[in-house]
């Protein structure tokens, strides 16, 4: 059925304009009208009054098997963080643990207004772990971008013809779905230089992007220099896996060398920045490089190191931490920031256009920002970024589906859900010996 999206202001966040008016979604899940129109009676109407309507954002890095690990790292650096918390908690993760936590991630990320998103996955304990990741992403329906994460190096290492296989076959299931498994090395001092070579050839000839952390603390560079005397863009680089296929997340640390290198690529550069502080990682170069020209998307990064999944909250973190990094207000404009969310995310998951144009795949949200946090609204590009936070959108649209109407999640039992999760979050603690 047709869906119409009544009265609200219409962004466009690719030339940062707006203007009032109407939105029809055909039963294509294609834009079919814009502005002021006859809408068919069949269609159902969503209203907007008092709504920003734009393409939704995108999450373009996470782990979602994080989210039963809220509030459980606060305090610590990155790798007291991995060592003291979470390769534990991994480690005595159920299949079934990574499916809840799964499903409670992609909840949360659609309720606060993410279209699509890009899992970074670690649970990768056994094809059984792998196999219940991915199909709470095939049976949610969001758009997905499923990098496999793995590391060939130190503990629990799989080895590389395994790490192969396993991408293989969750390609061949992922097939003609929602979600695009591709290639997602774990952190670079763990993998070897003929696995990322290998898996990046693999990348090459599916046509999908290599994505990876790197440059996230001094620390980690610090180790890659003492194994190859090289820093971890420069090692890209040298290894021929530096391309527009790469998927640079964090990269905090970069020398200018490093930043030359990324914008000479084509690589995309994933900026996560609260995961950034809460870790207290570092100021990634975000206002320089995106004067450069380097496409920049923004990540939530796991709940393990967040602790949420807020996207809208995310982009005033982005915005005002690009001011203290250059010590320059005017870094970034709110227009800036919602093109990183909004178009480079949809490019960093192998969407089309992000553009609200007829024809185009729907993928919107209304948000409110009439409300005593956002009113009076001079300039909505403003109140997205600045005022609005999660709890303000009200519809999600994908295709020709209806994720979220009125605040309400579409086809789940949230409050099930939260109390299936909390039982079995409470089961993999005790199992973890944290509790
Ligand atoms: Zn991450």
């Known amino acids: 059925m047709p869906i119409w999206i009544r009265g609200g202001t219409l962004l466009d966040v690719i030339n940062g304009t707006f203007a009032e008016g109407d939105v029809l979604i055909g039963a294509d899940g294609k834009i079919a009208a814009l502005g002021t129109f006859a809408a068919p009676e069949s269609a159902i109407v969503l209203e907007a009054h008092g709504c920003a309507v734009l393409h939704g954002l995108v999450n373009a890095h996470t782990h979602l098997s994080q989210t ?98 396993e991408m293989e076959r969750l390609r061949a299931t992922a097939h003609g779905s929602n979600v695009q498994v591709c290639v997602g090395p774990m952190v670079p001092w763990r993998c070897s230089d003929e ?83 809460y870790l207290a990682s570092g100021m990634a170069k975000i206002a320089p490089l995106f004067g450069r020209g380097v496409p920049i998307a923004l990540g939530a990064d796991g709940s393990g190191s967040n602790n949420s999944q807020d996207m809208l909250e995310l982009l005033k973190i982005a915005a005002l931490l690009a001011k203290i990094e250059t010590m320059d207000a005017t870094a970034l404009l709110p227009r800036h920031i919602l093109y990183m969310a909004c178009v480079e995310g949809a490019a960093a998951v192998g969407l089309s256009s992000a553009a609200l144009s007829l024809g185009n795949v729907a993928r919107l949200i209304c948000v409110d920002i009439q ?14 970024v600045y005022t609005a936070n999660g709890a303000d959108v009200r519809h999600v649209i994908v295709g020709n589906r209806i994720f979220v109407r009125e605040r309400a999640v579409q086809g789940v039992d949230v409050a099930a859900l939260i109390a299936e999760c909390t039982q079995a979050a409470k089961a993999l603690l005790r199992r973890a010996e944290l509790l």
Not at 149 to 156: A, P, V
Not at 210 to 229: C, S
Not at 231 to 257: M, P
Not at 371 to 384: N, Y
């Open 68 to 165: 039963f690990m809220r509030g459980l790292g606060d305090d610590k650096k990155l790798l007291d963080w991995l060592k003291g918390v979470v390769w534990k908690l991994q480690a005595a993760m159920t299949p079934e643990d990574v499916y809840l936590a799964t499903l409670l991630g992609l909840v949360e990320n659609v309720t606060c207004g993410v279209v699509a998103l890009t899992e970074h996955h670690k649970l990768v304990n056994s094809p059984a772990h792998s196999d219940a990741a991915l199909r709470a992403y095939l049976e949610f329906g969001l758009p997905t971008l499923f990098a496999y994460g793995w590391n060939d190096l130190g503990d629990g290492a799989l080895q590389l013809d395994q790490i192969i296989a």
């Open 371 to 384: 409300t005593p946090r956002s009113a009076p609204v001079h300039d909505p590009f403003s109140a997205l």
């Open 195 to 277: 696995a990322m070579q290998r898996t990046f050839a693999l990348a090459e000839a599916w046509q999908v992007p290599f994505h990876l952390h790197a440059a996230e603390t001094q620390d980690e560079v610090g180790l890659m220099i003492a194994r190859n005397g090289m820093r971890h863009i420069e090692w890209l680089a040298r290894l021929g896996v530096l391309s527009a296929r790469t998927q640079v997340v964090h990269g905090v640390w970069l020398s200018d060398d490093e930043m030359r290198l990324l914008q000479k690529s084509g690589a995309r550069l994933i900026h996560c920045p609260t995961s950034n502080m």
